[in-house]
């Protein structure tokens, strides 16, 4: 197990290289940069450029630098003294933006994660044990529009709904009276009010997928003939379903982790958009409309980072969860 | 895919292996396949299996009328994407009416005109149905004039307003008083284009690596599997994201769409590619690839002749379900304005109008693209999942 962990571990930092080569090509590759975007923006009110001016802006960022050169100033910044260089358009420091955002889009994250699993769990054993049943249809049915329904479409048909026949219109996780507060109970028990609908918003599609892999998973193994040796037995049907074949269905559940930020990452920038929450997604789309290069950039870095963590997190649960995924790493190691 | 249980040897004629002796296992409980187990050739069991499942073959008729729509999205709009009507901005749907009461009792389509009223400040039309004008509504009335498939103009209209100076919105109109009905007709076909030419895209990529990696295995498959775990890692929307700006804004709409096509496809094959590896890798080790190789065949013969066919089905599966992937995909960077650029009409430039709680307020029909991306998904996941059931023989 150590061997498996240590190696799995080491397959991050290749990985890793990889995601942040390719979050620094992907905000080079747009024609044009920042500072052509904000000169064109400049002369199209009419305002003059001083040439020098441009020139000293852009030996300052080393726009004209070659593109490794380009890439190792920003990544040694980030490794090395954690600084992920200036946003253009704000003109503060990525990281201060960064982490505002991110702290927010992780509770999201891990709240989702909780609630998928809380629904997911109980239909997705009823739907199984009692297959064809009437709830059974129902949930598939559900399941099936949850999962077809983009987030972004259930968010405006929420915001339409509460717009229509409660009168307010949604937005934000922070009440207003709370926005400059600092963190206290009320303010805590204040976003959890408003953050239980994005969740639910957001973890439809996840919840979905979840119930129906564990519904087939189920279903596969109650065929087996250890459940009909269990119930032969006489152990009770609860214990006869509860002991082996779900704990044997539940890895989709811990596989979870790994995708559920790069998919919630995807929800959250629609559904941020739509219910304006202050999260990682909108600001990242902005920032790669306005080609805000570092700002972009940083953010797919620690998304990716984040997403491979998560991976790694839940294949090491998978491998201490179920002894067949651990035994048959060992062999191929 | 997991490890098969033991695999009867294959018939006699190997191109059409998995045919015969598993027919009788998928046969049982079933009275309609009880005749002619045997003898009947894949395809047809395929068939039999399929038209069982009630929620495929209507998930099958529905495509085909998404299919239909696409195809001849100019005849079936009730008017042109792009025309326009000051007077009718935000209007809504007019209901159809079959039968005329007013005086004794008339069948025939018809809808009630509005009685519109301008707020004199904010300039926004307000709508009331006006129950004394009617507008007469047929099938195959002239119209707006289009160019069909750009090679001739013509026209006629599938449905639409039979009075020469009356237009009627049967799914309402849009800020610009654009018909929404025309509009998500011509939606219909860029969706669901994009998502056929982007799976079309990755089925060859996914095809080659995915075959390349499970046939040889060692050092290739390594390689490759280590790039598909790499592209699966990095978190998909944000790589669209970035890929979809660097998409020149004054490129036209053809090289938009393509790129973004290819965008798409560049991550969707990686699923694909994976699915064939599998199936690659479980066949490797069957005795009748085995006994062809003895034979002598050739290695592209061993896999277009002997592997190919008995996966065919589940790749058609895969990529059923796949499709689905690719509109929700283009859908998504349409509504953030980092997919199709408008002139461009396609479900997700559509949403983007109703991105703003003020238009879905006034205007809820705004919605509808959204509804028809639903349906879309559904309907391709069922019949995704119908091909999937009925093609795999230990049902």
């Not at chain 1, 989709?252 to 999260?279: A, D, K, Q, Y």
């Not at chain 2, 969706?191 to 990696?213: D, K, T």
């Not at chain 2, 660097?246 to 709409?253: E, I, M, Q």
């Amino acid at each position: 197990m150590r061997r498996y962990v240590i190696r799995r571990m080491l397959y991050m930092v290749p990985t890793l290289f990889a995601i942040s080569l390719v979050a620094f090509l992907i905000i080079q590759l747009p024609p044009g940069n920042f500072l052509s975007a904000y000169i064109a923006e400049l002369s199209a009110q009419g305002q003059g450029v001083d040439n020098a001016q441009v020139r000293a802006l852009e030996e300052r960022y080393g726009l004209n630098d070659p593109f490794l050169v380009q890439y190792w100033n920003w990544i040694s910044g980030i490794v090395l003294s954690g600084d992920f260089g200036q946003s253009f358009q704000y003109h503060r420091d990525v990281a201060d933006l960064m982490w505002d955002r991110i702290g927010l889009t992780l509770v999201l994250a891990v709240s989702t994660l909780l609630l998928s699993w809380a629904i997911a769990f109980p239909i997705g054993v009823y739907s199984a044990v009692r297959q064809y049943s009437v709830g059974d249809y129902v949930v598939t049915v559900v399941g099936f529009v949850g999962l077809a329904t983009p987030n972004f479409m259930l968010a405006l048909i929420f915001a339409w709904i509460s717009y229509r026949y409660f009168g307010e219109s949604v937005g934000g996780i922070v009440s207003r009276e709370y926005a400059d507060a600092a963190w206290n109970i009320g303010k805590v028990m204040d976003v959890v009010s408003n953050l239980w609908i994005p969740v639910l918003i957001i973890g439809t599609a996840g919840t979905a997928a979840l119930i129906r892999v564990l519904r087939a998973n189920l279903l596969d193994e109650l065929r087996k003939p250890y459940v009909t040796t269990a119930r032969a037995k006489g152990l009770p049907e609860w214990r006869v379903i509860l002991k082996y074949p779900v704990r044997m269905s539940l890895s989709p559940f811990i596989s979870t982790i790994g995708w559920i930020l790069p998919t919630l990452v995807g929800g959250e920038v629609m559904v941020s958009i739509v219910l304006s929450l202050e999260t990682t997604g909108p600001l990242l789309v902005e920032a790669l409309r306005n080609q805000d290069m570092y700002l972009a950039g940083s953010f797919i870095l620690v998304l990716g980072t984040l997403t491979v963590i998560g991976t790694l997190l839940s294949d090491l649960l998978l491998a201490w969860w179920d002894p067949r995924i651990r035994y048959q790493h060992v062999e191929r190691v | 895919m997991g490890p098969l249980p033991d695999r009867p040897p294959p018939p006699e004629a190997p191109s059409a292996p998995a045919a015969s002796p598993a027919a009788p296992d998928a046969a049982v409980g079933s009275a309609a396949n009880e005749a002619l187990p045997g003898d009947a050739p894949q395809r047809v069991l395929i068939w039999r299996r399929f038209r069982r499942n009630k929620l495929a073959v209507t998930g099958a008729l529905v495509l085909c009328a998404f299919a239909l729509v696409s195809v001849f999205s100019e005849f079936v709009a009730p008017s042109t994407p792009d025309a326009y009507n000051a007077a009718r901005t935000y209007a809504p749907p007019q209901r159809i009416h079959f039968v005329d009461t007013s005086d004794g009792f008339d069948l025939g389509m018809y809808v009630y005109d509005y009685r519109v009223e301008r707020d004199p400040e904010t300039l926004a039309n307000t709508y009331t149905v006006d129950e004394s004008t009617k507008i007469p509504v047929g099938l195959f009335v002239r119209g707006e004039p289009y160019e069909m498939w750009g090679l001739f103009t013509a026209d006629r209209h599938l449905i639409g307003s039979s009075h020469p100076e009356q237009d009627v919105y049967l799914l309402g109109a849009d800020r610009n008083g654009r018909d929404m009905a025309s509009r998500i007709a011509h939606g219909t076909r860029v969706s669901m284009s994009i998502g056929l030419a982007g799976v079309a895209l990755s089925f060859v990529l996914g095809l080659v690596l995915g075959g390349l990696s499970g046939y040889l295995g060692g050092r290739v498959d390594n390689t490759i599997q280590r790039a598909i775990e790499f592209l699966m890692s990095i978190p998909t929307i944000p790589l669209w994201m970035g890929l979809s700006a660097a998409v020149p804004r004054d490129w036209n709409s053809v090289q938009t769409y393509l790129a973004i096509t290819v965008i798409l496809s560049l991550i969707g094959w990686t699923d694909l590619a994976r699915v064939v590896r599998g199936r690659f890798l479980s066949l490797r080790q069957e005795d009748f690839v085995t006994a062809a190789r003895l034979d002598g065949c050739g290695t592209g013969r061993i896999i277009g002749r002997h592997m190919l066919p008995s996966f065919t089905s589940h790749i058609i599966a895969s990529l059923t379900l796949a499709v689905p992937f690719m509109i929700l995909a283009e859908t998504s960077l349409s509504f953030l304005g980092l997919g199709l650029q408008p002139p461009v009409v396609s479900w997700g430039v559509l949403l983007q109008e109703a991105q703003n709680i003020h238009s879905i307020a006034n205007a809820p029909w705004l919605l509808l693209p959204g509804v028809a991306v639903t349906v879309a998904v559904l309907v391709l996941n069922f019949v995704g999942d119908g091909v999937r059931d009925a093609a795999d023989p230990y049902r």
